[in-house]
Each structure stands twice: as C-alpha cells, then as structure tokens.
C-alpha cells in the first residue's frame, strides 16, 4: 500500500483538527477532499489490523 494519502495532509484548506487533535474533513471541503479522506481512514484501518489499532502511526 502507498503512502497515508498525502493529497488530504497537504491540503490544509481542507481539514482542521478536532478537540483530539485529530484531523478531520470540513464540513465545505470538495469532493476531491472527501475521497481523499475517504482514502485515507480506509488505509488507517488497514494499518490498525496489521500493527494494532493505533501502533503504526
């Protein structure tokens, strides 16, 4: 699997962060922002069920 999609990371105008600090999509962001994000927790999940859920990052 490639990288954690860096399309969501480097667009800032996309996300902010939440009282967790994650990140997370914004309510406006395009639909090229919301595959990207859909993307992105897709591969999280896959990181999760081979390292452990939270081990990887």
Partial sequence: MEKLDLRLASNPDWWERNENYAKVLKPNA????????QHFLEQCK??????????WG
């Fill in 30 to 37: 395009p639909k090229e922002a919301q595959d990207s994000y």
């Fill in 46 to 55: 896959y990181y999760d069920k081979i390292y452990g859920k939270g081990k």
